[in-house]
Structures are given as C-alpha cells and as structure tokens.
C-alpha cells in the first residue's frame, strides 16, 4: 500500500509528517527531533488541552523527565516558531495543568488509489436476551469481577478476526508487509486495572499475530509502556513507527465476557474495523477454537495448515498457570534486581501448576541469562539453570523459538561452540522470524565472528521489527565499534542516547568508543556523567579505564583497589577490568584478567577476536594462546591493521 504524504498546515508553516520538516514560506526552519515531535503532537490534537504528564510521556517515551524539561522544550518550540515575549502564544500555557494548541490547523493527506473493500461486520454467536432496566442495573453493579481465567483465553478466538481483517485489506493489492501494534488492553469497569495482566494478554495477541507472514508486529516490550485509557491510539502508532495500531478493551460480568476491539489506521487515523465480541465464561478454552473456526470460515482465511496450527495451539490449560506466567513476564520485563527475583519465583510456580508449560521454562532461561549479562551473578552459577530450563522447554516443545534462541547464547558464550550456537540462532529464526530478540543475538554473533556487513544487517532487520528499541540500538553501536567504524558507532550511540539519556550501556560503549578513539576528554565526561548516575561495578570500570586512557594514573588505581574491595562481596566482570590494565599500559595484568575471564565463562571473552580496545594485546604470543583455548584462534582480520591504541 503507497505510503501516504501527511502534513499539517498553519498560519503560514507547514510540518511534512514524513520526512519530519517543517516549512514556512518555502523555506525549511531549523528544528530539533523532540521540539518536531512536540509540535506534532499538538498539531495532532488542536485547541484540546494535553497535560503535563501525557506530553513528557509521549514527547520522551523511554525518559524520565521533569517538569523544567518540558517548560524549556516549549519556550524552545516558541521560539522555533518566532515568537517571542511580546506575542501571543500559539502554544498557551494552562496553569497547573498543561498545554493548548490554538491556532486553526489543517490535516493534509494527498489522495492515494485504495482497493474497495468492504469489511463485513462479525456477528455476535449468540444475541443476549432481553432484560429488564432493573436486570440491568444488577448486573452492570457486577462488572468489577475479573476472573483471569476469562481474560487471559478470549485472545486467541479473537486474532483470527484481526488476521481476517489484514487479509481483505491486502488481497487485492500486491503482497506487502504491514506493520502493527497492539496495545496494551484496558479494562472497563470500577476496579483498579491489574497492569501486568493487561500487558501479558497484549503479549498472547502479539505471539500469535507474529506468526503471520505478512504482519511486522512490534513485540511487547515496544508497546509495554503505552497502557493509559486516555492516549490517542493513531499517536502512539506514530511514535512506534506503525501502519496500524490495535486497540482493546475487556469487561466481564457474571458469567460473561465482553471484549471490544479497535483497528485504527495511524496515518489518518482512520478506523478500519471493529468488533464486540461476547462469550461464556464457564468454557473459555471451547470458546476460543469456537471463535477462530467461525471467523476464519466468515472472512474466507487463507492460512497454511502451520498457521492454522499456531493460532489455535494453547501453552497451557492451566488458568492458574497462566496467571503466574504474565506475572513473571510482567517484572522480568522490568529489567531489575528485584523484577528478576519476582520472575523467577512466578515462572517456578507455573512449572508447578504445570510441569508441562514449555513457555515457563523458556521464560525461567530468559531470566538467568539475563542475571549474568547484566552482571548479577556468575555465569557458572547463572548458565547452566539457564541450559536446564531451556532444554526442559525444547523437549516439550521442540518448535519453541525462543528456547532455541536461548541455548544459541549458551553455545556462544559459555560453551565457546560457534558452529553449535550459529545453528540454534538459524533454527529459531526459522522458527519464529519476526523474534526480535533472535535477529538482535545473532547480530551479536556474527559481529563476533567478524562478519560485519552480515551482523549489521541482522541488526537492522530487528531495528525493523522493534525501532525504538534501546537495547538494539545500543548493540548496533557495539558491531560498528567491532568494525573499527567509529564514527558510525559514535552516531549511532549518540542517536541511541537522544531516545534516553540516561541508557546506562550506550553511554558505557560511548566512553569506549571515545578512549579506543583517542577522545580521552569525551570519554572521562561520558563516565563520570554514568558514574554519578549509577555508581554499578561496570560504570566504576569505565570510569578507571577513562582515567587510564586521560593519563590519570592514581584515579584509576584508586577505582580499581575499591572494586577490588568489592570483588570480596559480589561478582565482578574481570573482562572488563582488562580495559583498564590496556590503558594503563599494564601489558602483564591485562593479559591475567582476561585469562580469568576466561576461566570463569565471562560472556565478554566471545569479542576477543573483534573488540578494538584489545588490539595493544596482539602482538603478544599469550594472547594468541588465550584466543585458541576461546576457540577463536583463526585468521584475525585486525591484527597487522594501524590503530590508534599503542604501548608504542
């Protein structure tokens, strides 16, 4: 489908949605991404009063910011659009509440040829009787019961609907890929929402729509934060860089369900299709093979028998399990010390309510992985509970992506096996193409192998599926360092810092990138700023090693006798404490961390063949004995190449 060409128009200016300019009488004015994006969002919400809050929230999605951001952002804006104290504002302020847009504004789309289709209405499977005004009062005094049981299944019967909906759009037009959100889900009804349940239905819907070709759906970790009742659906999918954006709702009320369904076009936002839906609560799981069978049959579906298969296929009979599974998505999601305990705690009681839950176990292996690249614990205590829960998922079931993808790390990291680990990371992107995650750890590997142009492109691929993910962002940073492209991996940790400040592992492979670089000033600014913020083992490392590189000797033995100090009481990555060693010129001492890295199965030890920071190293016969027990003992690329790191 032909991309449309959306531009707004006022007193003179016009703002080009697409290739995000704005123009005043022919001529370009100079603008700034977020001062763009907050006039956009007022041009998309004209005269409506936005508070404080939905602005920083839409302005700064991955940030936190405070209210003197905002004010000095719209001074900017003001000034942006030249006027200055003496003018009325076109942007009034509302005291203690917000902000209003109030000049007259036009929406512009150019007219495009689309298909005539015509979406049917899906019909209710049962027209619920009549009742009388006081049945109905009774009953509407009941909507605060939310059985989880009931919540947790209907999504499924519902996701045919929306595939229906995908396949009379496109089926008279040239096969295309589609990009799609589906938010968070609301709950209607006077109880408090239950937020990490209407994240975890989001994500049911989100797996079961990946499997369909045709769709780019943005995982839920992009969509996690977007759950308030009052946003704008057609805004949010312009911040996630989406064609269509899905929107729902939930009630339940006695024995029934009732779940409400939006498919909105982000460009004009334009509703496409929607749908009420009712059922029983008392046979959910009949329910929803119900649901999927009359829908496809009503909308003429073309699925391939594998398609049909994973629409309809249920992890779990167990609503028990279930509700303890999103739970331990819900806080490994959070990315935390805390949330990682949480997780596991629910993740085991899933198992236990059903040993058979493949999807628990996988989620079990996501969080020990995570426990050790994030630095919390040793790797020879975090893998192999990793590898255990993993294998555990694959024998009950062999075709789950995301388990394969886990035993992949494993083989890269721990087990230094990379023809093992290449053929995991190929079975589960077979298996699961639009898994973000996949794309973005294989990148990982193929940057380690040195084979750049195929890692960067992998990376891209992921970027397509998630774009405003931080964590992918960083990581292509990291290849292009690999790469020795430092400008390029400069760019792309600055864009990734635009998106947050504050993302502590961009700013940490920044000040790297700076000292390999010879910016020594910039990489001691970058660290100090995450230090100070922070204040972790690995921003403490950086911190020395930007010392060492500035010629801040004692600085930098002061930082590395307290993480000495601290080594006595948590693990420490040693690996990365060889940085520091290099740049102070400590040939002996670089080379000893890096052999207990080794010893200790440090993730880190898998880029000894790429990483930069290291070059000072190759010369040296023992770093070629260390690369050979890695298993990385091939041709080196870099190693008779001119780098700016020299013990010369």
Do not use: C
Not at 95 to 124: I, S
Request: proline fraction near 6%; aromatic fraction near 8%.
């Amino acid at each position: 489908m032909p991309q449309s060409k959306g531009r707004y128009e006022f007193l003179g200016f016009r703002l080009d949605v697409q290739e995000r300019l704005l123009l005043r009488d022919g001529g370009s004015v100079s603008i700034t991404p977020k001062i763009f994006d907050m006039l956009l969002l007022f041009l998309e919400n004209p005269n409506r009063l936005l508070g404080k809050d939905e602005i920083m929230r839409i302005v700064w999605p991955d940030t936190h910011v405070d209210e003197a951001t905002l004010t000095r952002t719209i001074s900017e804006l003001r000034k942006t659009l030249g006027q200055t104290a003496g003018e009325a504002n076109l942007v009034q302020t509302v005291p203690k509440r917000g902000y209003r847009f109030v000049a007259p504004v036009a929406a512009v789309f150019d007219p495009e040829p689309e298909a005539a289709v015509v979406l049917e209405p899906v019909a209710q499977l049962t027209d619920p009787p009549a009742i009388s005004e006081n049945e109905q009062a009774r009953r509407t005094s009941l909507w605060n019961f939310r059985p989880v049981a009931v919540l947790a299944t209907l999504f499924a019967g519902t996701v045919l609907v929306l595939a229906g909906v995908w396949a009379l759009e496109v089926s008279r037009t040239p096969p295309v890929s589609q990009s799609v959100a589906v938010l968070p889900f609301k709950h209607l009804g006077s109880s408090g929402a239950d937020q990490f349940l209407e994240l975890g239905i989001a994500d049911t819907l989100i797996t079961r729509l990946s499997s369909v070709p045709a769709l780019n759906v943005r995982p839920a970790s992009a969509v996690r934060k977007y759950g308030d009742p009052e946003q704008d659906p057609a805004a949010v999918g312009r911040i996630l860089k989406v064609d269509t954006v899905l929107d729902g709702s939930v009630q339940t009320m006695l024995d029934k369900i009732r779940v409400t369904l939006r498919l909105i076009r982000v460009r004009d936002a334009k509703p496409l299709w929607a749908a009420t839906l009712d059922g029983d609560a008392r046979d959910l799981f009949s329910l929803q093979d119900s649901v999927s069978q009359e829908v496809a049959r009503a909308l003429k579906l073309q699925l391939s028998p594998n398609e049909k298969d994973l629409f309809v296929k249920r992890a779990t009979d167990d609503s028990g399990a279930y509700r303890s599974y999103l739970k331990g998505r819900f806080f490994l999601g959070k990315r935390s010390p805390e949330g990682y305990e949480k997780a596991i705690d629910y993740f085991q009681e899933a198992t236990q309510a059903d040993p058979s839950y493949a999807l628990a176990y996988a989620g079990l292996a996501d969080v020990y992985l995570l426990l050790q690249g994030d630095g919390l614990q040793n790797p020879q205590e975090a893998t192999p509970k990793a590898r255990a829960a993993a294998e555990k998922a694959l024998q009950l079931d062999p075709a789950l992506g995301a388990a394969h993808n886990s035993l992949a790390a494993i083989a890269e990291d721990y087990d230094r096996d990379y023809p093992a680990a290449e053929k995991e990371f190929k079975l589960a992107l077979k298996l699961d193409p639009g898994f973000a995650t996949a794309h973005e750890w294989y990148a990982d590997y193929l940057g380690l192998m040195g084979r750049f142009d195929q890692a960067l492109a992998e990376e891209d691929r992921a970027l397509e599926i998630d774009p405003l993910s931080l964590t992918i962002n960083e990581k292509k940073g990291k290849v292009l360092l690999w790469a020795r492209r430092y400008d390029q991996a400069i760019e792309q940790l600055q864009k990734t810092l635009e998106m947050d400040p504050s993302f502590s592992p961009a700013l940490i492979w920044l000040s790297r990138v700076y000292a390999v670089r010879g910016m020594a000033v910039d990489s001691l600014a970058e660290s100090q700023k995450q230090n100070q913020a922070q204040h972790s083992t690995t921003t403490m490392e950086t911190l020395a090693m930007s010392y060492a590189a500035a010629g801040d000797k004692p600085a930098a033995l002061e930082i590395l006798r307290e993480l000495q100090e601290r080594e006595r009481r948590e693990y420490i990555s040693t690996f990365n404490l060889s940085y520091v060693y290099v740049f102070l010129k400590d040939r002996d001492k670089a080379l000893e961390e890096l052999n207990a890295a080794l010893e200790r199965h440090d993730m880190n030890v898998s880029s000894l063949k790429v990483d930069p920071l290291l070059d000072p190293l190759r010369g040296d016969p023992r770093f070629h004995a260390l690369l050979k027990r890695a298993n990385l003992a091939t041709n080196e690329p870099f190693a008779t190449s001119v780098h700016l790191l020299s013990y010369r």
